[in-house]
């Protein structure tokens, strides 16, 4: 007990929170990505999931922002204790799970993971959508500072390498070519040739301020983010068929559907929902989005899954 205990001091030194900036690209508008990431996440979580592994989503409402007017947020918890390294496994329990609270104004979004069992841990992900190849500098509105200690990670759906597990050939955008739409296969250097294209800007953010652990932990949860990300777009693209032309109701119904396969597939219990506090409306029940201020309180807090 001692042992594990020490592994849970909270470091003293100021290290930089762990900061990239990745860029996806795809060849869809702005518009068309809406859909098929919606649709992709809802699917992928399900095929993802199984017994007491996976995705449960807690709930589901409007909210507000004063700068983005109105979008959805979602709350979700991802259990996945079995699916974690084994150096990580030896400290956790085996109830384990990590809440992932989402809002979405597209085309900007927020996502913050927290673990409560690991206060000190914590995620966020700011995420803005545009229509070109991933040529905007500055997307997401960095101060200086923060341009300085960005790491700029593109990700090529088609020729980053994917794990042999995850490999699918009808999945591989170097071969895929959608029926529907005629788009494929992407050639080598498809983001400067290819129309249409959109980029998706993901700030991502990852603390773990625990004495001894902090370096290799961040740069696991990095590596597990991009891991993500490269697998789910690939297969958003090649489900291309299945989801084009729907519409933003027809994928909502989809994702409610699959939401609630999922938490049968998963073996939980339906639980009610808690709404996120909101400290400048108290009167209103829409889930507040994190302000800088509560985003720096979080850091010193709270870690992860994706969005």
Same mark, same amino acid.
């Given at each position: 007990?001692?042992f594990?205990?020490?592994?849970?001091?909270?470091?003293?030194?100021?290290?930089m929170?762990?900061?990239?900036?990745?860029?996806?690209?795809?060849?869809?508008?702005?518009?068309?990505y %809406?859909?098929g990431?919606?649709?992709?996440?809802?699917?992928h979580s399900? /095929? %993802?999931?199984?017994?007491?592994?996976?995705?449960?989503?807690?709930?589901?409402?409007?909210?507000?922002?004063?700068?983005?007017?109105?979008?959805?947020?979602?709350?979700?918890?991802?259990h996945?204790s079995?699916?974690?390294?084994?150096?990580?496994?030896?400290?956790?329990?085996?109830?384990?799970?990590?809440?992932?609270k989402?809002?979405?104004?597209?085309?900007?979004?927020?996502?913050v993971?927290?673990?409560?069992?690991?206060?000190t841990?914590?995620?966020?992900?700011?995420t803005?959508?545009?229509n070109?190849?991933?040529?905007?500098e500055?997307?997401?509105?960095?101060?200086?500072? /923060?341009?300085?200690h960005?790491?700029?990670?593109?990700?090529?759906?088609?020729?980053?390498?994917?794990?042999?597990?995850?490999?699918?050939?009808?999945?591989?955008?170097?071969?895929?070519?959608?029926?529907?739409?005629?788009?494929?296969?992407?050639?080598?250097g498809?983001?400067?040739?290819?129309?249409?294209?959109?980029?998706?800007?993901?700030?991502? %953010?990852?603390? !773990?301020?625990?004495?001894?652990?902090?370096?290799?932990? /961040?740069?696991?949860?990095?590596?597990?983010?991009?891991?993500?990300?490269?697998?789910?777009?690939?297969?958003?693209?090649?489900?291309?068929?299945?989801?084009?032309?729907?519409?933003l109701?027809?994928?909502?119904?989809?994702?409610?559907?699959? %939401?609630?396969e999922?938490?049968?597939?998963?073996?939980?219990k339906?639980?009610e929902?808690?709404?996120?506090?909101?400290?400048t409306?108290?009167?209103?029940?829409?889930?507040s989005s994190p302000?800088? /201020?509560?985003?720096?309180e979080a850091?010193?807090?709270?870690? !992860?899954?994706w969005s």
């Open positions: 007990m001692v594990r205990r020490l592994w849970f001091v909270p470091s003293k030194q100021t290290t929170v762990l900061t990239k900036e990745y860029r996806i690209c795809m060849p869809f508008t702005t518009d068309e %809406q859909i990431q919606l649709y992709m996440i809802a699917r399900h /095929e %993802q999931s199984d017994s007491d592994e996976g995705v449960e989503v807690i709930e589901t409402s409007p909210c507000e922002h004063a700068t983005h007017g109105t979008g959805q947020f979602t709350e979700k918890r991802i996945l079995n699916k974690l390294p084994y150096w990580i496994q030896s400290f956790v329990p085996k109830i384990f799970y990590i809440t992932e989402a809002w979405n104004y597209y085309p900007f979004t927020i996502t993971y927290t673990c409560s069992f690991i206060p841990f914590h995620i966020s992900i700011n803005r959508y545009e070109n190849n991933g040529s905007n500055n997307c997401l509105d960095l101060t200086p500072v /923060e341009l300085i960005r790491e700029v990670d593109y990700i090529d759906i088609a020729y980053d390498e994917i794990a042999a597990k995850h490999y699918k050939e009808e999945e591989d955008p170097k071969y895929f070519k959608s029926k529907v739409t005629g788009r494929g296969p992407l050639v080598e498809w983001r400067d040739v290819t129309q249409p294209i959109m980029c998706s800007y993901k700030l991502v %953010q990852a603390s !773990f301020d625990v004495w001894g652990m902090r370096t290799r932990v /961040e740069e696991f949860i990095h590596r597990c983010i991009r891991d993500i990300l490269l697998l789910g777009h690939r297969q958003a693209f090649a489900w291309i068929d299945d989801w084009y032309g729907m519409t109701e027809d994928v909502r119904q989809y994702e409610s559907n699959m %939401q609630t999922t938490n049968n597939k998963v073996n939980v339906p639980t929902p808690v709404l996120p506090t909101t400290p409306t108290p009167s209103t029940s829409v889930p302000n800088q /201020e509560t985003a720096k850091v010193n807090r709270s870690w !992860f899954s």
